[in-house]
């Protein structure tokens, strides 16, 4: 396997992880909303973190890097819900 193809496929794995890592946050929002509220400061510091990855992304030149902002993105929404479905 050639070096360029290597790093897309990693790329594209590590998109998908990093994107099911931030959407595992559902079970904890879930719990959160009925009651039985959950650790706050660990996704309130993966959303910061996530949205200085994607604007970082953003500002990347010369081009945006497209995978980081996909990547971070939904960090930033679960990261936030579950924070404050916990406090």
Not at 48 to 77: E, F, H, Q, T
């Amino acid at each position: 396997m050639d070096n360029d193809k290597f790093f897309k496929i990693l790329g594209f794995v590590a998109t998908a992880t990093s994107m099911a890592m931030y959407v595992s946050y559902i079970p904890q929002i879930t719990s959160n909303l009925h009651g039985d509220k959950g650790d706050w400061l660990q996704p309130l510091v993966a959303a910061i973190n996530c949205m200085l990855w994607v604007v970082y992304g953003i500002m990347k030149k010369p081009k945006r890097d497209l995978p980081i902002i996909i990547a971070n993105s939904p960090g930033i929404l679960f990261g936030l819900f579950a924070f404050f479905t916990a406090v």
